[in-house]
Structures are given as structure tokens and as C-alpha cells.
């Protein structure tokens, strides 16, 4: 079941769901939209190796906006905080965003309940399009698990920048 915006509202302000900062005006029908934060992560390797930590340049995102060429890669943050120890946190790019050529993935769509921290947003540019710190990039949307709750506890708690892949921990 997932929850209609006021909900979202009622839990923010209750404390069962971390949305930081949060702002009602970016709540939706059924979403809370979510903010592109500051810095983003380039991979420098021309080869990613899954058994390696990967080698990547961090910058942060200028006033004038960061220039995407097609075909360019990096990884973005969400600028707030979010995460739930009683829903299911859900988050896909928001469709404008999607309409003007860049492709914004998450790293995992559905958020291990219990995790909590900025997300990492995969953005993928299939037109020249230039990114703003701030601008509204992707949305969240909350939903009620059935049965017990394990929470989450892996490498990706508590993020707070884009991370890059650590499936090299895996490896080991």
C-alpha cells in the first residue's frame, strides 16, 4: 500500500519517515520530490574492475550549472536525507527530467527499510543537458511492508555524497 501525500506529511512529522531537509511544498499526491545535491563523482578508470575500488574524480557542481555532454556518466546525490524504519522508501526520476534526455537511475529504486542517508542518483545524459545543484530531479514515494521488519544495516548506511560502487566488498 503506499501512502497518499498527506501521509507523508503526517509520518515526516512524526518522526517514522527522515526526509531532511523537508519542505511540504515538494510533496505530491502520492511522492516527495527530491533535490540534486551539490557534488557528483566521475569515474576516472577506463576500465571498472567490480573486484576494485573504482578511481573517480569528485567536483562539485557549479552556480552556472554542470554541462553534461551526450554520452557523459556520473553519480549525484540526493540533497536531502530520507530513509524509513517503517516504510519502504521508492524513488524514480521525476519524468520531466527524463524529457529533456538525461536519465536518472537509482541506484536501487526500492530503499532497504532501515537504510538511511542521501541517495546516490546514475545520471546518464543522452543529450547535452547541464545540471543545477537544487534542482528537482527525482521523487520518493513511501509504501507499508507486510510481515516482520529486518533492518537494514550494509555498506551504504548512512551515505552522505554520491558513493561509488563498493561491490568489491563483495569480492572478498
Known sequence: ???????????????????????????TTNS??????????????????????????????????????????V??????????DFYVPII??????????LFVHVTAD????????VTTFQLYATLPVRLYAGMLIAQVSFWKPLGNIELYNGKYQNSTGPRPSMTYKDFK
Open 32 to 73: 516527495y520530490d527530491l533535490a540534486l545535491g551539490r557534488t557528483v563523482i566521475r569515474y576516472t578508470a577506463d576500465i571498472i574492475d567490480p573486484r576494485e575500488p573504482a578511481p573517480f574524480e569528485e567536483m562539485i557542481i557549479p552556480e552556472d550549472g554542470l554541462l553534461l555532454n551526450k554520452g557523459d556518466f
Open 75 to 84: 553519480l549525484g546525490h540526493s540533497k536531502e536525507r530520507l530513509g524509513s
Open 1 to 27: 500500500m503506499i501512502l497518499t501525500g498527506k501521509k507523508i506529511f503526517e509520518e515526516a512529522k512524526a518522526g517514522r519517515i527522515d526526509l531532511d531537509p523537508f519542505s511540504p511544498d515538494r510533496i
Open 110 to 117: 526500492l530503499i532497504d527499510i532501515g537504510s538511511h542517508g
Open 92 to 101: 524514480h526520476g521525476k519524468s520531466g527530467t527524463a524529457r529533456m534526455g
